[in-house]
Nanobody, 115 residues
């Protein structure tokens, strides 16, 4: 079993920055993909950014150039640095880990960007 714990959400003004962290624990296979997703009220959960254990990354068009995903394999931790935040970035952000056909989710952390 795998557990994911997110931290770093909060309230920030438009144009500000936040850094999210997600620590994974449990039975973690070394080859995996970690990522960040977000879900705004009344909307579906969408992918924000993903990173493989080898370091390959992918971003949603809406966050390219503003968000940066990174990971520390030794600590099984993934980060999301969010800069130039906009009100439309307001959502619950979820961490995920995909490995061996399974997908695990964290409990989510709220990010609110005020205008």
């Amino acid at each position: 079993q795998v557990q994911l714990v997110e931290s770093g959400g909060g309230l920030v003004q438009a144009g500000g920055s936040l850094r999210l962290s997600c620590a994974a624990s449990g039975s973690i296979f070394s080859i995996n993909v970690m990522g960040w997703y977000r879900q705004a009220p009344g909307k579906q959960r969408d992918s924000v950014a993903v990173i493989s254990s080898g370091g390959s990354t992918g971003y949603a068009d809406s966050v390219k150039g503003r968000f940066t995903i990174s990971r520390d394999n030794g600590r099984n931790t993934v980060y999301l640095q969010m800069n130039s935040l906009k009100p439309e970035d307001t959502a619950v952000y979820y961490c995920s880990l995909s490995t061996r056909g399974n997908v695990y989710w964290g409990q989510g952390t709220q990010v609110t960007v005020s205008s």
